[in-house]
């Protein structure tokens, strides 16, 4: 088994990469929230049930649309800081700037992904609050679980290309 190589994060100069850094620090801050709120509702919801045999009512409906966008919001912060999982098993031979270009590539890539995504969801969601699609239990819309996620995947979009940019030459270091 390959020891981990831990590169260090180098935070944007430029104005676009600063304002990215930014936007991506600010939504994985408020997935951390919501990380948060859904814990401390899980909690009092079992808590409830085990002590006051009074759970709260939709919890899991909640846990699941909470996990949903918590985890769609961590994704730019990911890409900006370069956090998602390689596999490097057939590149570990090649050049640093092998590499480098071939971040670049699965960058651009993730970038249009993250941008299909995005616009899909941003269907979906006109579609769901079109129908009146509502949660069995609370009865929430379903599109508000899809409100944080639509700008989500558009960052992780554009952190994506500004993360490509800086492979193939862009920004210096």
């Known amino acids: 088994m390959g020891e981990a190589t831990f590169n260090p994060v180098v935070?944007?100069?430029g104005p676009l990469g600063r304002a990215l850094d930014y936007s991506c620090r600010a939504l994985a801050v408020l997935a951390g929230l919501v990380?948060?709120?859904m814990a401390v509702m899980s909690v009092a919801s079992i808590v409830g049930r085990a002590a006051f045999d009074t759970p709260i009512k939709g919890d899991f409906e909640l846990v699941q649309m909470?996990?949903?966008m918590a985890v769609a919001m961590?994704?730019?912060f990911c890409q900006m800081?370069?956090?998602h999982v390689i596999?490097?098993?057939f590149t570990t031979t090649l050049s640093a700037k092998s590499n480098k270009r071939l971040d670049g590539i699965a960058s651009l890539l993730l970038a249009v992904v993250a941008f299909v995504v995005s616009w899909r969801m941003a269907a979906g969601l006109l579609d769901l609050a079109g129908s009146g699609d509502a949660t069995m239990l609370l009865g929430l819309p379903t599109w508000w679980g899809y409100l944080p996620m639509v700008p989500s995947f558009f960052l992780l979009g554009c952190a994506a290309l500004f993360?490509?940019?800086?492979d193939f030459g862009g920004e210096a270091k």
């Open 11 to 13: 935070r944007p100069r």
């Open 35 to 37: 990380l948060t709120a």
């Open 66 to 68: 909470m996990s949903a």
């Open 74 to 76: 961590c994704l730019p």
């Open 81 to 83: 800081v370069r956090g």
């Open 87 to 89: 596999v490097d098993f």
């Open 163 to 166: 993360t490509a940019w800086l």
